[in-house]
Structures are given as structure tokens and as C-alpha cells.
């Protein structure tokens, strides 16, 4: 009897308040409508990495031809293997209906964008169940050190490559023990497509899968099947797209395409810098990620993951796995499989700290995964985000401290999503119009199409039909190296001088790499004639 009065007490208050889930429901969609749609072309404003990208569709759709251009003609590697032909073939398809225009480009990404959302917020009900994926949801929305929303409204590898590994997992997970051999021949697929969408992350995914096999041969002992068809056919996927690119993409033999590929794909992978390792490190343990709560989550998970297993192998008693107030999944499969979402949340980070370059974009996603152990950790400590259910422990003799941690520790998770969230929101709603699409309007009216035009600033070769020159590809790795390592300077090794150039054009990217040094451009004669926002139009006198 005590029992039954205590369930109905505490259910009380949420069927009172039944009518309220509509309204949150809808108020959910309409925030996450102007978060992927308002301002689309302005906010990010285009920059160096998507203008390259952008080249691609609309050298397909207007020359016919799976390339990259300048003004000396085709470039066949760089952008074409930045991003795969999973994001280039769905813009071109579009600019072929619709147009070529950023904000046709920038639709087919807030697709991907919803779609990783979506099989995110799948896979983590399937894994912690609907509240939490709720809060994976929130996070991935919000987390400056994800930014998903910046890079899920520009023309980029990330947002895409994340949607196609979420819908490999979710398949792989759902299908855990009843899989047949054509969908786990899928979840190969769907996985091969993440790593052509997005190169670095065959690293992290290749050894996170070579890890959950070798994990299961050690301790879980599931079919050899499941982990050797889906890695099989992910690198096949992976391995027959190089194939290609190295015999129908570039115009030169296959030994020198290679070369020209091995030289596009080296240079922020494997730096092992002392001082990008520190900073690195401060990145993590920096307010952007997850306010300081994501080194004590992923601790506080392989606790948690370690404890639930050795409580299923028998080693420990039931009771020790259900002490928290809270929710805690008692599935072996889907402990399993956190375990091996752990496992690539942990390779990402490292390699992202010991040897990449150090831009956190590197860690994105191990960090969106890292996701799931933020809200398990907070779903644990919170008998699942319940208020109600917190609230009565604070009042219950024992429970009292638990009670009152618990309640605080769902105002630091609210803290954690809204505070970011409202920034986020905030820039986007005064964001200025993009001073690119500014000065396109500008070279389009001032500067003949015939004219050659140097820059290093791809966008504009987008957004307008003029000559442009830019730098040679190969050179993007010193830039890396110059920025990062303090070796040669990029206006050593490359002179704009030598092809005589009408105009030069100077916006962010060319600034920052210092390519065009204002000293050379005095001492070769031009003169700026046009400043508008990150630009400055120079013509030769």
C-alpha cells in the first residue's frame, strides 16, 4: 500500500503538466527551424575550406568534369578528396535543378545536418533510452566544441561523415544478434561512405573497429562475423574509392597521381608537436567542452561501464550495479556496444592530442560521441533527469545527500546547453550579411571577367565567373606547417609577381597566411583600389 501511494505521489505532478510536452515539443522544432535555417547564407560566412569545396559541384555541373580549377586550368586532387563525392554529387544534383548558388549548396547540408541529428538521437535512445537522447540532442546543438551547427550549414565533410557512421552504428546496434549477412554487408557500407565522405575519420573508425574486434575475442566472445563483414566491407568501400581517384580523377599515370594523393593527405595528421600536444590538452579541459565536464564524464563512464560488466560476468553482485537513484541499463548487448563508442571517443581524442595539429574541428567526432557519456554520467547521478523523483530523495532520511547533488547537478547540465545554446542563437541573429557574396556584387560590377585576378580565396571563385589564379595546391601542408610549426614562410616559397596579375585580391585566408606581403605587392606596383569587410582589391598601376 505504502508502495502504490509513494509510485502515485511521484507521478503526480507529470500527469498534471501533460498538457506542457506539445508545447516543448513544437517550441524544440521552431528553435532548431532558426538554428539550421535563419540567415543560411550569412551565417557561417563562406570561407577558404568551403569555397574549395563549392569548386567541385559547380566545375561538375558547368565543365562537365569531377575537378577542382584556377586559371592555369583543372586541379584534380585537393578539395576533390577534402570531401567526398557523397556531399559533391548531391549539390551538383541540385545546382543542376535549381542553379549554382551557395544557398542551394547550404540546403543539401542542413539535410545531412538533420539527418545526423535524427539517427544521433536514434542511437542514443536505442543505447540510454529517450530522455537521455534528448540530452545527447541538446549537446550535440550546443557544445561550442562540437559546433555542429556551424559545421553542419556550411560545405563540409564532418556533418555528413557523422550521419552516415550514426546510421551505420544504429544498424549495427538494432541488428546486434539477429543480423544476416546483407545488413551487416550495410553497416559496412554505411561506414565505408562515412570515411570516403570524410578521410580522417577512417583513422578513428579503421582502429576502433580493429579494437571492438580484438575486445570481443578477448572478453565478449559474439560471432566473428559481426565485427569482420562490417570492417571488411569499410575498408573495400574506402579502398575502391582511392582506386578510383588514382585512375580516373588526375591526368597523369597512377604512380604519379599516387604521389600527387600522398602529398594532399599528409601534413596535420601525423605532427607530434610538444607544444600542439599542450595545446591540445587545453582545449579539452577548457569551459567549451561541456563546461569542464568532459574529462570527469568519460571517468565517471568507464567506471560506470566497468562496474555494469563485471556485475554481468557474475564478478559482482546485482546490487552493486543499481545503487544510484537513477537509470542504468542492465542490457549486456548495449553495454557492449557503449563499450566500443567508448573505445572511439578515446582513439579520437588521443590522436587528436598526440599528433594532429591540434584544431579541434579534428576531435569532432569523438567529441559528438563523447556525447552519449556526458548524458549517461548526468542520467546516472540524476535517477534519469527526474525532478520529481530527486526531489523525494531529498526529503527521505539516507537519500538526503543524493537528493540535493542530484538537483544540482541538473542546474550545471542546463547551464552546460542553454548558456552556449543562447550564444549560439545570439550570433546567428546578428550576423552581418556576408562581406563575400558583398564582394562578389562589387567584382562582378568593377573588374572584367577576362582579367586575371590572384588570390587565395576560393570562395570567390564560386561566387563569380572572373579569372582567378590561386596558389598551388600542394602548398596548403607549408601553410599548416608555417601557422603551426613556425617553419618556411608561404611567401617564400611561392612569388604572385612572376605571372604579372591585373589585380590581387586579399581576404582572410591570404592575410593569415601572409602569401601576398603588402611590401611585395607596393614593390610590384599595385595599389588597393577597393576595401570592403576582409577584402582589399589591389590592381597592378
Known amino acids: 500500500m505504502t508502495t502504490s501511494t509513494t509510485s502515485q505521489r511521484i507521478e503526480t505532478p507529470a500527469h498534471t503538466i501533460a498538457w506542457l510536452r506539445p508545447a516543448l515539443l513544437v517550441s524544440a522544432a521552431l528553435i532548431v527551424a532558426f538554428l539550421f535555417f535563419y540567415k543560411l547564407t550569412d551565417y557561417p560566412?563562406?570561407?577558404?575550406?568551403?569555397?574549395?569545396?563549392?569548386?567541385?559541384?559547380?566545375?561538375?555541373?558547368?565543365?562537365?568534369?569531377?575537378?577542382?580549377?584556377?586559371?592555369?586550368?583543372?586541379?584534380?586532387?585537393?578539395?576533390?578528396?577534402?570531401?567526398?563525392?557523397?556531399?559533391?554529387?548531391?549539390?551538383?544534383?541540385?545546382?543542376?535543378?535549381?542553379?549554382?548558388?551557395?544557398?542551394?549548396?547550404?540546403?543539401?547540408?542542413?539535410?545531412?545536418?538533420?539527418?545526423?541529428?535524427?539517427?544521433?538521437?536514434?542511437?542514443?535512445?536505442?543505447?540510454?533510452?529517450?530522455?537521455?537522447?534528448?540530452?545527447?540532442?541538446?549537446?550535440?546543438?550546443?557544445?561550442?566544441?562540437?559546433?555542429?551547427?556551424?559545421?553542419?550549414?556550411q560545405v563540409l565533410g564532418e556533418v555528413p561523415g557523422l550521419a552516415f557512421m550514426a546510421a551505420g552504428f544504429l544498424l549495427w546496434f538494432v541488428r546486434w544478434r539477429h543480423a544476416r549477412w546483407w545488413e551487416l554487408t550495410l553497416v559496412g557500407l554505411l561506414l565505408g561512405l562515412s570515411v570516403v565522405t570524410k578521410y580522417q575519420y577512417l583513422l578513428v573508425l579503421g582502429a576502433t573497429l580493429l579494437l571492438a574486434w580484438g575486445m570481443n575475442l578477448l572478453w565478449f566472445k559474439r560471432s566473428q562475423q559481426l565485427f569482420l563483414l562490417p570492417g571488411i566491407v569499410t575498408a573495400a568501400i574506402f579502398g575502391a574509392w582511392q582506386l578510383f581517384t588514382l585512375v580516373y580523377l588526375g591526368p597523369a599515370t597512377i604512380g604519379e597521381n599516387l604521389t600527387s594523393l600522398r602529398e594532399f593527405t599528409a601534413g596535420a595528421a601525423a605532427v607530434f608537436s610538444q607544444e600542439l600536444m599542450r595545446r591540445s590538452l587545453s582545449e579539452l579541459f577548457s569551459a567549451k567542452s561541456f563546461l569542464w565536464m568532459l574529462f570527469p564524464a568519460l571517468g565517471y563512464s568507464a567506471w560506470w561501464l566497468l562496474r555494469a560488466t563485471r556485475s554481468a560476468n557474475g564478478v559482482a553482485d546485482d546490487a552493486a550495479a543499481s545503487r544510484s537513484l537513477s537509470f542504468a541499463p542492465t542490457d549486456a548487448d548495449r553495454r557492449h556496444q557503449l563499450v566500443i563508442l567508448y573505445a572511439l571517443v578515446v582513439i579520437n581524442l588521443l590522436w587528436y592530442v598526440v599528433a594532429s595539429v591540434s584544431w579541434l574541428r579534428y576531435a569532432f567526432v569523438g567529441l559528438a560521441f563523447a556525447t552519449f557519456f556526458v548524458a549517461l554520467t548526468f542520467a546516472d547521478l540524476t535517477a534519469d533527469f527526474s525532478v520529481v523523483r530527486l526531489w523525494q530523495a531529498s526529503k527521505t532520511t539516507g537519500q538526503r545527500g543524493r537528493g540535493y547533488v542530484g538537483l544540482a547537478l541538473l542546474l550545471l547540465l542546463a547551464a552546460i546547453i542553454v548558456a552556449p545554446g543562447a550564444r549560439l542563437a545570439v550570433r546567428i541573429a546578428t550576423a552581418p550579411p556576408d562581406d563575400s557574396a558583398q564582394m562578389a556584387q562589387v567584382m562582378n560590377a568593377t573588374v572584367p571577367l577576362d582579367a586575371l585576378v590572384e588570390t587565395w580565396e576560393p570562395q570567390m571563385g564560386f561566387l563569380t565567373d572572373h579569372r582567378y589564379h590561386y596558389p598551388p595546391q600542394l602548398l596548403l601542408n607549408r601553410t599548416v606547417r608555417q601557422k603551426w610549426l613556425g617553419e618556411t614562410t608561404v611567401a617564400d616559397l611561392y612569388d604572385f609577381t612572376e605571372l604579372n596579375p591585373e589585380y590581387v585580391l586579399v581576404g582572410e585566408f591570404s592575410r593569415w597566411v601572409a602569401v601576398y606581403p603588402p611590401e611585395r605587392l607596393a614593390a610590384a606596383g599595385y595599389a588597393p583600389v577597393m576595401t570592403l569587410g576582409q577584402y582589399e582589391l589591389y590592381q597592378r598601376r
Open 45 to 153: 560566412k563562406t570561407w577558404f575550406d568551403e569555397g574549395s569545396h563549392l569548386h567541385v559541384p559547380k566545375a561538375l555541373v558547368t565543365m562537365g568534369v569531377y575537378a577542382d580549377y584556377s586559371s592555369e586550368g583543372l586541379r584534380h586532387y585537393g578539395p576533390t578528396i577534402g570531401v567526398g563525392p557523397t556531399v559533391m554529387l548531391p549539390i551538383a544534383g541540385v545546382f543542376q535543378v535549381a542553379g549554382v548558388g551557395l544557398l542551394q549548396a547550404r540546403l543539401v547540408m542542413v539535410f545531412y545536418l538533420a539527418a545526423a541529428l535524427l539517427l544521433m538521437f536514434l542511437l542514443a535512445r536505442h543505447l540510454l533510452g529517450v530522455r537521455a537522447a534528448w540530452v545527447v540532442t541538446a549537446l550535440l546543438l550546443t557544445s561550442p566544441a562540437i559546433d555542429m551547427v556551424d559545421y553542419g550549414r
